[in-house]
């Protein structure tokens, strides 16, 4: 009966789904792998070029704000300022000397001096002076802080600004006398950060959106309050994070230290995975292409499998009908399909050989069967005779066997004996010859041991050696220190000199003046500068001290630790003398326990052998009278296997029939 494969059983089917799967599943694992390492990639690279470009931004705004804080601090200690606030000086050079500063930045921005009851005394333009004893950044500076104001409308124009602002002291006082202060127009810091191309905004230190790249901000615009975003709450000076606020972007932000808002930029999470999305879409239809390819070609490679296959087994249902059908094709590959197809082939000629031999010969079976029964039943009158004879020979034998096992039973007690004496003196000598080698590595790591603690010695000496030398360069530092406190002192002296001079000549000194006043500041820095200083060298030295101490302390205990480590190592070397004398003496007892195991050995097994072959004997003479006991059922069987075999015969003539 003929047995079809279903659909999914083929072998066509399932070597196409597995080439197909082959193919498949580097490409899908190459193109997960692709896509998220470029994605991954993609957003750490974008990451850090948003907290590049924040912190860029952030250096911009800071250098404008914190060049304004010099400017006005500057500003603040002339004395051309300071003698107008005081009323002993002119108004004009102190607003020349206002416009000539503002001038410097080259922007729309004014300059505002105000007095301590909050009132506008002198601007760098020409415009009206007002009270602004109510504003933040003035009540800030008039108690003595450089103050930053969080973004501010103007009531007359409505202009959005942020100002900073700067004490005037009393000379050599920390009496304030007056107010320095610069606005900035938002929308000049809204030119600063289009100029970047990215979508970046400022947000001031209450969290309102000051300025934005993307579009400008007027006054009449609602304030948009930021102050709950992620870079207000938190502590970190710059971070970058996901917002989900506005789609998903990313954000990086920077704290401004002088105006105390936050440079903050974002982008498109979309824009930044896209080339990785492109990426990965190339790369799968690519795959898809390929695999089309690998389909088209797994199917013709599956049909050169599977033909020979069909062609072999329907030779196979021909011969399981009785019909010997050779396979025509395919015999002339060289691949294995061609090996199945030519070796089916020759089955079925052996086959049709072995049947043709069977139909010849069976006939001559029945003939022969009858002559072997009357041979039988002749053999087996014979065997009856033997088997008599061969039950006396196996009497005496048995009972020689039995007295050489006795004998070699004894020997086998001797011979147990000497092999424990052996053992035992084995066992013996391989625990001297461990104590032995335990010995000797013991000696030779206490050797390593003394020369490691003479090296440390030595080097715990040059460290004591250099840290000397520190201290003396520590010294010389300190004495070059006082050389620049000197030069310190001459320089603000200097100053002190060409402020004066600078007074006395009147307006065409205003300008040295401030020179002066520069120089002065310089000098004062140095000079803290050489205190701290001053001040490291000696917290150094005192370092230095200390170490020296504990390098003596480390010393003295190393020596002492060489001379106990000198007495261990000759108490080890005796110990290894007599350990070599006790590896001599268990050797000789071992080697006169072989010789008394070997001799023994000589003797058990010539009696083991002995036993043996006695044992042999009776067993093959109990063994051939079974045999021959055996002979004789078999002879007897023959006789009816014989007379069986001719039916057997006639009916193997009958079924050979069935092959045509």
Request: net charge negative; proline share 1%; glycine share 6%.
């Amino acid at each position: 009966m003929k047995i079809k494969a279903s659909f999914l059983s083929s072998i066509k089917v399932k070597l196409i789904i597995a080439m197909v799967t082959v193919a498949a599943v580097p490409l899908i694992v190459a193109t997960a792998i692709n896509f998220f390492s470029s994605t991954n990639k993609a957003r750490e690279t974008a990451k850090e070029n948003l907290e590049w470009q924040a912190w860029y931004l952030q250096s911009q705004i800071n250098n404008l704000y914190s060049r304004t804080e010099s400017s006005l601090n500057t500003l603040a200690t002339s004395s051309v300022i300071v003698d107008f606030l005081e009323g002993t000086g002119s108004e004009t050079n102190a607003k020349f000397q206002l416009q000539v500063v503002n001038e410097e930045f080259g922007d729309s921005n004014q300059i505002v001096l105000s007095n301590m009851e909050g009132m506008m005394v002198l601007r760098s333009d020409d415009k009206k002076c007002v009270d602004i004893s109510k504003r933040e950044y003035w009540i800030g500076a008039s108690q003595g802080n450089v103050t930053v104001s969080p973004v501010i409308v103007s009531n007359s124009t409505k202009k959005r600004s942020m100002s900073i602002a700067v004490p005037v002291y009393k000379p050599g006082t920390k009496t304030v006398i007056g107010v320095l202060h610069r606005s900035y127009d938002m929308n000049q810091i809204h030119e600063i950060l289009a100029e970047d191309g990215s979508e970046s905004f400022l947000v001031d230190k209450n969290g309102i959106l000051a300025a934005h790249s993307m579009y400008e901000i007027s006054g009449d615009d609602e304030p948009v309050d930021y102050s709950k975003s992620p870079y207000m709450t938190s502590d970190k000076e710059s971070d970058v994070y996901e917002s989900f606020v506005a789609g998903h972007n990313y954000v990086a932000y920077v704290k401004e230290p002088i105006t105390g808002g936050t440079v903050a930029i974002a982008t498109s999470y979309d824009g930044v995975v896209a080339q990785a999305r492109l990426s990965s879409l190339t790369i799968t239809i690519l795959g898809l292409i390929l695999l089309l390819i690998g389909g088209i070609f797994s199917y013709f490679l599956a049909v050169g499998f599977v033909k020979p296959i069909i062609a072999v087994d329907e030779s196979l249902e021909h011969l399981a009908s009785g019909e010997f059908n050779k396979i025509d094709k395919y015999t002339q590959r060289k691949d294995e399909f061609g090996q199945i197809v030519n070796n089916t082939n020759s089955v079925i000629d052996k086959l049709s050989s072995i049947v043709g031999h069977i139909k010849e010969t069976s006939g001559n079976v029945g003939e022969s069967s009858e002559e072997l029964s009357e041979m039988a039943d002749q053999i087996a009158a014979t065997t009856e005779t033997v088997a008599s004879a061969i039950q006396q020979i196996a009497g005496g034998a048995v009972q020689q066997s039995e007295d050489i096992q006795s004998a070699a039973a004894n020997t086998s007690t001797i011979t147990d004996a000497v092999e424990s004496v052996q053992g035992s003196t084995k066992e013996m000598k391989t625990l001297a010859d461990r104590m032995k080698t335990a010995s000797e590595e013991s000696s030779s790591s206490l050797e390593k041991l003394q020369e490691a603690s003479s090296e440390m010695t030595k080097k715990i000496e040059e460290i004591s050696t250099r840290i000397s030398s520190t201290q003396n360069a520590v010294s010389n530092i300190n004495d070059r220190v006082e050389g620049i406190s000197g030069i310190a002192a001459q320089t603000n002296l200097l100053s002190l000199n060409a402020s004066i001079e600078a007074a006395r000549a009147g307006d065409a000194g205003r300008g040295f003046a401030v020179v002066a006043e520069e120089i002065r500041t310089l000098a004062d820095d140095s000079e803290n500068l050489a205190s701290e200083i001053r001040k490291l060298m000696d917290e150094l030295l005192s370092e230095a001290e200390q170490a020296v101490k504990a390098a003596d302390l480390v010393m003295t205990g190393n020596i002492e630790q060489q001379k106990a480590l000198g007495e261990t190592l000759k108490s080890v070397e005796g110990m290894l003398g007599d350990i070599k004398e006790t590896v001599t003496s268990v050797a000789k007892i071992a080697g006169e326990a072989d010789v008394c195991v070997s001799s023994n050995a000589v003797v058990s097994n010539a009696m083991t052998s002995l036993s043996a072959i006695s044992e042999e004997n009776a067993a093959s003479t109990e063994t051939t009278g079974a045999s021959v006991e055996e002979l004789s059922a078999t002879v007897t069987t023959l006789a009816g296997s014989a007379a069986h075999l001719k039916d057997i015969a006639l009916q193997l003539h009958d079924e050979i029939q069935f092959f045509k």
